[in-house]
């Protein structure tokens, strides 16, 4: 069965910490990692990773993506109130030609306290 | 573009009734996913289409519930009859398919309580 783990499942920081999220994944036929950023209402999509060592970054969010060892984390520096949210990772999965899924891992819920 | 849309945003109902769940997807995309999210359990994937076609409803907890798509522009997922523990947010997305961004964009879900 296609799973995806993430931890810490809860955090709280101050305004200025860093932080780092894990994710790991166990899937058959993966072709991509997300991250999603999570507030009040629908997932917005923060990152897509499709190769490894490759790292993805937009302004204090970065993230990278380890094939071989089957995981991702999230980093964020720098932290601001705004962050405050449930951090979801998702595995893409399916044959290339035929199908997918979107697997999702139980979330991160960040605090940042001021 | 608008991006997924469904309706209705909340619906509170009781124990019994018939309950309609609606999405437009985002137009030109190929995949369609019907998504339940509790506390408990996170997202759970219940159903995805590929051009209309019901590719994995493996998800679907039970009869009661079913999931059409009638066209590439909307899709209904039903509960008959509801029961409280039917009481969540449902998330309608849609992706592009293969060879483009593959990536899902969620609507803003429907909040359906079961009394």
């Known amino acids: 069965e296609d799973k995806v783990v993430q931890s810490p499942l809860s955090l709280v920081v101050h305004e200025g910490d860093t932080v780092t999220l894990n994710c790991s994944y166990e899937v058959t036929n993966f072709r991509s990692l997300l991250w999603y950023k999570q507030e009040k209402k629908a997932p917005t999509f923060l990152f897509m990773l499709t190769s490894s060592g490759i790292e993805k970054k937009s302004g204090r969010l970065s993230s990278i993506l380890d094939k071989k060892e089957l995981f991702s984390i999230l980093n964020i520096t720098a932290t601001q109130t705004g962050d405050s949210a449930v951090y979801l990772c998702a595995a893409r999965t399916g044959p290339y030609n035929y199908g997918q899924n979107f697997v999702f891992g139980p979330g991160t819920r960040l605090s940042v306290l001021p | 573009d608008a991006g997924v849309i469904q309706s209705p945003r909340h619906e509170v109902t009781e124990m019994g009734q018939e309950v309609t769940l609606r999405c437009k997807p985002i137009?030109?995309?190929?995949?369609l996913f019907w998504y339940r999210q509790t506390m408990m359990r996170g997202l759970e994937l219940l159903i995805y289409f590929n051009n209309n076609v019901p590719i994995d409803d493996s998800g679907m907890p039970e009869d009661r519930f079913s999931a059409k798509m009638p066209n590439a522009s909307f899709s209904t997922l039903k509960i008959q009859p509801s029961e409280p523990r039917d009481s969540a947010v449902y998330f309608c997305?849609?992706?592009?398919?293969?060879?483009?961004?593959?990536?899902?964009?969620f609507g803003s879900g429907t909040q359906l309580s079961v009394l």
């Open positions: 997305a849609s992706s592009p398919g293969q060879g483009r961004i593959e990536k899902l964009f």
């Open positions: 137009s030109g995309h190929d995949y």
